[in-house]
T-cell receptor, first 115, second 113 residues
Framework: AQKVTQAQTEISVVEKEDVTLDCVYE???????LFWYKQPPSGELVFLIR??????QNEISGRYSWNFQKSTSSFNFTITASQVVDSAVYFC????????????FGKGTMLLVSP | DVKVTQSSRYLVKRTGEKVFLECVQD?????MFWYRQDPGLGLRLIYF???????EKGDIPEGYSVSREKKERFSLILESASTNQTSMYLC????????????FGPGTRLTVT
């Protein structure tokens, strides 16, 4: 069975601060995929990134960056110079590459960015 | 572009009513999913379907049933809606061969009064 833990329930920052959202996962499979999704107040789930277990290279996309470390089973997400529009709930998720595996989600971290 | 649509964005129903939530995808995906999302609980899988007429229980199937008569459509049914089923419901689909690529619908906010 897979498990995803997002220990931070809610984070509040002021605009322009950097913020890191933590994600720790558990799986016995060697081939798996990790994801981050954003859910703004509208409710729609927005895909941000996917990483497979064989690619530990960190990724940067504009103000967003992701740090994948297999040694600590973590896939953390950093927003640099946060903006009010970053306010949302962020979900980390995991699926393994076998059978009809389904996505396992963390409970989400609500990020509030105030002006 | 893959499109997953849900029949309603917002829905208000009364306790005891039978409720149908419809999900349609236009990319010939074999697998379809229904999740509910509640604050602090993340997304939890209710039911999924590998293919037409096939269904599997997810983590929280109690109080729900599903129907998949056609490949593009996956319906979630609340036989007798209760207030604790007030939630955001999200549908998703994917190809069996690309299980790492799941597409989500816009969600339906259901309120049961």
């Amino acid at each position: 069975a897979q498990k995803v833990t997002q220990a931070q329930t809610e984070i509040s920052v002021v605009e322009k601060e950097d913020v890191t959202l933590d994600c720790v996962y558990e799986t016995r499979d060697t081939t798996y995929y990790l994801f981050w999704y954003k859910q703004p107040p509208s409710g729609e789930l927005v895909f941000l990134i996917r990483r497979n277990s064989f690619d530990e290279q960190n990724e940067i996309s504009g103000r967003y960056s992701w740090n994948f470390q297999k040694s600590t089973s973590s896939f953390n997400f950093t927003i640099t110079a946060s903006q009010v529009v970053d306010s949302a709930v962020y979900f980390c998720a995991l699926t393994v590459n076998s059978g009809y595996s389904t996505l396992t989600f963390g409970k989400g971290t609500m990020l509030l960015v105030s002006p | 572009d893959v499109k997953v649509t849900q029949s309603s964005r917002y829905l208000v129903k009364r306790t005891g009513e039978k409720v149908f939530l419809e999900c349609v995808q236009d990319m010939d995906h074999e697998n379809m999913f229904w999740y509910r999302q509640d604050p602090g609980l993340g997304l939890r899988l209710i039911y999924f379907s590998y293919d037409v007429k096939m269904k599997e229980k997810g983590d929280i199937p109690e109080g729900y049933s599903v129907s998949r008569e056609k490949k593009e459509r996956f319906s979630l049914i609340l036989e007798s809606a209760s207030t604790n089923q007030t939630s955001m419901y999200l549908c998703a689909s994917r190809l069996t061969s690309r299980l790492y690529e799941q597409y989500f619908g816009p969600g339906t906010r259901l309120t049961v009064t």
